[in-house]
């Protein structure tokens, strides 16, 4: 036998043997779906995807690349999902559009997508449960921040629970992260490797900004992102939105929102979640 014939004979038997790991890793997953369902807890678990996906990129000793693990597991958790619950995700569509590719990105081609067309749809999808998940964008390297999102993030009672990097090519020709959120109805337990979004209601007047931000500091808090709006016509408050290191339930959380509590007019927790991945952004 050839050289070639008796390679492609080995990947025949390698293949075989992780159709039959595949199958037996869904049927896990099938079971954790029947306990999940059984005692009303969410079917998808960011935090533990995240984990899964951090420690197999680290134990993995090559010659894939850590993205080539990554998007291989999107697929095989995409598939346990699936199992697990008919999984509905909203996003703005068509079909193809950098959310739908985003989404895509995080939970693969085995799930249901619904294609609205504005960001506040998504949210009403989600909150009606019509979807399990949304992906609604959050900034992108040509239009910024996403002001539509700021405001349903704003208003409701819907969490992030996940955030995506999509690299997209921008009126440059560079490459660029757009970032989305997932929101949905729980709040996840951390996942050792977390970051809070946060909406601080301060008054508009000197010094109100400085005087918030100053926990964070004392702290030694990180913070990451920052975005601001102005809050309802005819009040005189803006909503500052910043992503801060680490989970609500850390220990230094809660000194962080009893701080805060003093400082802001109201401060609303919008969500903790994985911190994308560092190739991601
Ligand atoms: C199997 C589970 O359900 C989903 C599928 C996962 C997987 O395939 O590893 C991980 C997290 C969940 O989103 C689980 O929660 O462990």
Redesign the pocket.
């Known amino acids: 036998m050839n050289d070639l014939a008796s390679l492609r004979d080995k990947i025949d038997a390698i293949d075989t043997e992780l159709v039959r790991l595949l199958n037996e890793r869904a049927e896990v997953?099938k079971e954790?779906?029947t306990i999940?369902n059984r005692e009303g807890l969410p079917?998808?678990?960011?935090e533990?995807?995240d984990k899964?996906l951090r420690s197999l990129v680290q134990k993995s000793q090559g010659p894939l690349r850590p993205e080539a693990i990554r998007a291989i597991y999107c697929e095989?958790?995409s598939a346990?999902?699936a199992l697990?619950k008919d999984v509905a995700i909203a996003c703005l569509g068509p079909a193809g559009s950098n959310s739908h590719q985003a989404a895509k990105s995080k939970f693969g081609s085995s799930v249901r997508y619904l294609f609205l067309s504005d960001v506040a749809d998504v949210f009403r999808e989600v909150r009606k449960d019509e979807a399990d998940c949304g992906v609604v964008p959050i900034d992108d390297p040509d239009h910024g921040v996403a002001n539509s999102t700021l405001d349903q993030l704003a208003e409701s009672d819907l969490v992030v629970c996940a955030q995506i990097a999509l690299q997209t090519e921008n009126s440059d020709s560079n490459v660029a992260a757009a970032r989305f959120f997932v929101i949905g109805k729980n709040t996840n337990p951390p996942s050792g490797n977390d970051c809070t979004m946060l909406l601080l209601r301060i008054e508009d007047k000197p010094g109100a900004l400085v005087s918030a931000l100053e926990p964070f500091k004392t702290l030694n808090i990180n913070l990451s992102h920052f975005a601001s709006r102005h809050a309802a016509k005819g009040s005189n408050d803006v909503f500052f939105f910043v992503e801060a290191a680490g989970h609500t339930r850390d220990l230094q959380m809660v000194d962080l929102f009893r701080e805060l509590s003093k400082r802001c007019r109201a401060v609303k927790v919008l969500g903790s979640f994985p911190k994308a991945a560092s190739s991601e952004v």
Do not use: C, D
Request: glycine share 6%; net charge neutral.
């Open positions: 997953a954790i779906g999940k079917i998808y678990s960011p533990r995807e899964v095989i958790m346990s999902l697990e």
